[in-house]
């Protein structure tokens, strides 16, 4: 029950840095393995998965970095535009 989450954390601390697109899919395959192993406990773990994970990922540099991954290429001024206030 603890190597998927495990998975995750080298994933994530590992010295390349993986997309938010990859760290979701990641975690939701580690939940569905968690489920599998058909431990007492496997609920329990899902809730605080959840728990950490919607406390992190209701922040706005996330949600900003995920719809720029998604749909940046397509919107090029908007591009330029962050590009000229970040430099």
């Known amino acids: 029950m603890i190597e998927p989450l495990y ?3 080298r994933l994530v601390n ?3 840095t993986p997309t938010m697109r990859l760290v979701y899919a990641k975690l939701e395959a580690a939940k569905k ?3 599998a ?3 007492k406990y496997a609920h329990m773990f899902i809730e605080i ?3 950490r994970w919607d406390r992190q990922m ?3 540099p996330h949600m900003a970095e995920e719809w720029w991954l998604s749909y940046g ?3 090029p001024t908007l591009r330029d535009i962050a590009i000229k206030v970040l430099s």
């Open 7 to 9: 998975e995750i954390l």
């Open 14 to 16: 590992g010295d390349r």
């Open 33 to 35: 393995r968690i489920f």
């Open 37 to 39: 192993s058909s431990s």
């Open 49 to 51: 998965i959840k728990n």
């Open 58 to 60: 209701s922040r706005d």
């Open 73 to 75: 290429r397509s919107a």
